[in-house]
């Protein structure tokens, strides 16, 4: 199946938003036809269930239960949910191949096509969605239209839970230097410049802001894909947004003095993770949204609180991709009214507004569902409604190599700072990852 060639388009996403609506409980849907849900459908949460998670992701059996699998024992008493997680040597390849049946597979829009297709685990979800009256309307516009990129006439997953990018800021470091702190709504001209004034040396390096090149890249705000559908070929040299991107996101910062030199002490890497957490010399940094979960230790040492993500002069309000991990009910499932329950119940209002009291960004279009965010969790008072501040910039079309890309694109990221030189870097990075799509399709 060549799932990389279908086109997203404002015609798709008209299609998309109308059969969607269409899906939906509430007057349109096939199953509102009716009056009342399908009957196997609204019998099938009572009766026994014996189904399988999966995901890619290698979430932990602990991080599981907090977020899905306590409150699904409770919804579902009657649902034995076994849970497995992907080990370094006993992957997904290797569990089908045990005879393991996977019930539901999950994973974020970054590998969710790749290990569902390389595996055969797709299953057109649409008549379950009918059938189960998902109303797919109530997520988040830009997170809907994702759907569609893996087919364009086919659901093959449905979000539960999203992520996007936001700045966070040392208040420590900007308290010491008398700089006030950053601010929702900042471009990436203003985060510059503040920037400037706080790259100094004062006992030791302070760099005044960096990023998180391997998630700023794939949730790029100029919505550029690494991977061009029509012809597989990368798009690091072709495109010329790439170098707007580098030129505004990256090279920005690293104009203030001492911003090269200290890279430099880094082996020609720029300020990362152990810089802005442990070593604390880095004012400002760009990151995921649900990072502060992720090392929730390193955040409560730092006095930190976080802003949008900045954004470009030409594109005002608009902030990263959205990144949204889906759930679907795998093709192998013999149980897949009971398994689509499970993931009606991960998006229902209920359960998104759980989700988001502790800090996990939810699908739903909802001002009640966001306004909540964070507030349950070890970070509470801090500025999470910055997550909500942009709008989310288009997802462009992914390919199933884009994973593939990733490293030297971000590799490239460095080269550009100390070189300057585009087009002699942008041609070896084309060239490289021309060697890994073709080595893939091998």
Known sequence: MKWNKSIVSVVASSMLISMLAACGGNGGGAGADKGTPDKAAANSDNEPANLVVYSN??????????????????????????????QSNYGIKELLTSGETIDIYWDSIGGFASGLLDNGLEYDMTDLVKKHQIDLSKIEPSVADSIKQISKDKIYGIPVFNNNMVLYYNKDIFDKFGVPYPKDGMT?????????????????TYIGLS???????????????????ATDKPTIFTNEKWREYFETVFVGPSKAQGYVEYMKELKDAIPYRNEFLKEKNVAMF???????????????????DMVSLPTFDSLPKVGSQAYPTYFTVTSMSKQRDQAMNVIKYLISE?????????????????????????????????????????K??????????????????????????????YNTVFRATEEDTMKKIADAKK
Request: no cysteine; net charge positive.
């Open 57 to 86: 992701s290698g979430d932990s059996p602990e991080s599981w239960n907090e977020r899905f699998g306590n409150a699904l024992k409770e919804k579902f008493p009657n649902y034995n949910i076994k849970y497995i997680q992907k």
């Open 188 to 204: 990436w001209t203003e985060a510059n410049k503040l920037a400037q004034q706080l790259t100094r040396v004062d006992g030791k």
């Open 211 to 229: 990023s998180s090149q391997t998630h700023m890249l794939p949730m790029n705000q100029l919505s550029i894909p690494f991977v061009d559908a």
């Open 286 to 304: 760009a990151w995921l949204s649900s990072i502060v979960f992720v090392f929730p230790e390193e955040f409560q040492s730092m006095n930190w």
């Open 350 to 390: 209920e359960h998104q507004t759980k989700l988001s009291k502790i800090g996990m960004m939810p699908v739903l279009d909802n001002d009640a569902v966001k306004k909540v965010y964070g507030q349950e969790s070890i970070f509470k008072g801090k500025n999470f409604g910055a997550s909500f501040y942009n």
């Open 392 to 421: 989310f910039a288009p997802i462009p079309e992914k390919s199933r190599y884009d994973s593939l890309m990733l490293t030297p694109y971000a590799k490239a990221v460095p080269k550009i700072i100390l070189t300057g030189d």
